[in-house]
């Protein structure tokens, strides 16, 4: 089952189930290198200074951020052409999932060689990306996205930011709100409007006259990143910097969120990756009652829940990677084409975003658990997983907004005639969806309803597939997913129906078998 509603490019939403999906152990050779390359990173050069980070000492951030550009971090799915390593999206997902092993970092990196760049690369012309992308590829500079206002976040259309054209510059005046990066940033993508409607996209350098940062916003977590406010007063622009289409900045903004949602989900898995291993190394360290806790069983119900939470997460998330990659092998390369890549998969992009975060949660609430009262105090690492997990489900578009958007999406493509909702037997999940979109939804409870059951479809299958084609224990992590999914669903469908459902019998599962393997481990399965 895809999400997909182009039929020349991989079936409507409840398809035929494919022969095979694209999984994290696809993942080998050189792309293998170096998501080996970016852990150690990670756990050499960026872990060992999280609370300098985290005090914002002076130039560190940049500093780490100039050597992942060396290492091609900050460029990999940007052309070669401009100085990246012209590699696809899902490499660039999961290389950002090792480097997301400490939220700060990975914000910091996720955005300058994300959302920041993504505009310039997917809608530049040829004297911007020449101009631009080299510099960020390789970590000269830092870039940022600058969407969000004080008055508008949700409605990111609705944004008050004005840009003139007066004497071959265009003046822009506003206020940009909760811009990551903004501290260092040496590049911004700016989102103002033209003769006071045109929705419109320009790239604004630091350094241009009426630009200034304001004070830096006092975060709960991510306190080793810049978050902080634009000032745009009367901010000078070349003509030239017009990014695109005057009044198809839309399309620039969202198409790079929907690209920066698919990586948000792998930068969940980082920080659930890294609380999974340090929870279980403190399991088999802690002893209470003469054993180590590792051994008790609701202990290791943890793990083995986790474990599974993760594996479907992991599942959908490189499974709609190679998704993306194909419809840019298939459209991409100019700016119709790029949009069209970017739009094809944006519900999978929004169901990744969605599930991932929300898996991120649940993981690192989990596993600060394990840790009892010292999981409450900033001598272990897992306060400061659990402080930098919050924004996850906020960002990039709320889950809120991303289940309205999920739902919407599905019904208009059904309208169009480019998604069918046929009733289909692939699994208890995907009937219960099926059955819950012949109804129109009366409001968002019910739209929220109805993307969950969509969500947790395409989370069940990926993850049914994976296990089918890996083998092993996966078997065993997806019945103690489906379990729960089953659940999540018919919940979902009664709220979206107010009808009763009956789910199948249990999967029968050995907790014990993934839990010792994850504590053996000390990771996901």
């Known amino acids: 089952m895809s999400l997909t509603p182009n039929a020349e490019h991989g079936g409507s939403f409840f398809s035929k189930t494919p022969d095979h999906i694209f999984t994290a152990e696809d993942f080998r050779g050189d792309e293998a290198l170096m998501i080996d390359t970016a852990e150690q990173f990670s756990r050499k050069e960026v872990l060992p200074l999280a609370e300098r980070l985290d005090e914002k000492e002076a130039h560190l951030m940049p500093s780490l951020l100039h050597k992942a550009g060396e290492l091609g971090f900050c ?15 899902n490499i660039a997902a999961r290389i950002l999932e090792f480097l997301s092993l400490n939220g700060s970092f990975s914000v910091t990196i996720g955005v300058t060689s994300g959302i920041g760049q ?20 390789t970590g000269k500079w830092i870039s940022a996205y600058a969407l969000s206002e004080p008055n508008s976040g949700s409605d990111a259309l609705s944004a008050s930011t004005r840009a003139d054209l007066k004497n071959g510059r265009w003046m822009l005046n506003g206020t ?19 003769d006071g409607d045109k929705f419109s996209a320009f790239i604004v350098e630091r350094g241009f006259p009426g630009v200034s940062i304001s004070r830096e916003e006092h975060k709960l977590g991510l306190k080793g990143s810049s978050t902080a406010r634009i000032l745009l007063e009367d901010a000078e622009v070349p003509e030239e910097n017009l990014l695109h289409e005057i009044g198809l900045g839309h399309q620039v ?22 609380s999974i291993g340090i929870a279980a190394q403190y399991a088999l360290d802690r002893k209470q009652f003469g054993r180590p806790i590792g051994e008790f069983g609701l202990i290791r119900k943890k793990f083995t829940e986790s474990a599974a939470r993760f594996f479907a997460a992991e599942a959908m998330t490189y499974r709609t990677g190679a998704l993306i990659d194909d419809a840019f092998l298939y459209w991409g390369g100019e700016p119709a084409g790029n949009r069209k890549a970017s739009e094809e998969y944006a519900m999978e992009c929004s ?18 658990q394990v840790f009892g009262g010292y999981g409450y105090t ?41 998604t069918s909702l046929e009733a289909s037997s692939d699994s208890f999940i995907s009937e219960l969806a099926c059955k819950g979109f012949k109804k129109e939804p009366a409001n968002q409870i019910v739209q929220g309803a109805l993307s969950d059951l969509m969500i947790l479809a395409y989370a069940e299958q990926s993850a049914r597939l994976r296990a089918r084609q ?3 224990l996966s078997a065993a992590l997806y019945r103690i997913f489906l379990n729960w999914a089953n659940l999540q669903a018919a919940m979902a469908y ?19 078998e993934v839990a010792l393997a994850v504590l053996e481990k000390k990771r996901p399965l």
């Open 118 to 137: 993504l505009g310039i690369s997917l809608f530049g012309n040829e004297r911007q990306r020449r101009q631009y992308l080299p510099l960020i590829s």
């Open 75 to 89: 460029g990999i799915d940007i052309a070669e052409q401009y100085g990246g390593l012209g590699l696809g999206k």
């Open 253 to 274: 903004a969202l198409n790079a969120l929907n690209i920066g949602r698919f990586k948000l989900s792998s930068m969940s898995l980082g920080p659930a990756r890294d």
């Open 494 to 512: 009664q709220t979206a129906t107010c009808e009763a459902v009956s789910l199948p019998p249990t999967e029968a599962s050995d907790w014990d």
């Open 351 to 368: 169901a990744c975003k969605v599930f991932g975060s929300e898996a991120e949660a649940f993981i690192v609430d989990e596993m600060l």
């Open 470 to 472: 890996v083998g092993g």
């Open 176 to 194: 940009k709100m909760w811009v990551s990066n903004a501290a260092w940033a040496d590049v911004f993508l700016v989102m103002a409007k033209v």
């Open 378 to 418: 900033e001598e272990f690492p897992m306060a400061r997983h659990y402080r930098d997990a919050r924004i996850s489900r906020i960002y990039e578009g709320t889950n809120e907004i991303n289940r309205v958007f999920l739902a919407d999406r599905l019904i208009r493509r059904s309208k169009e005639g480019r």
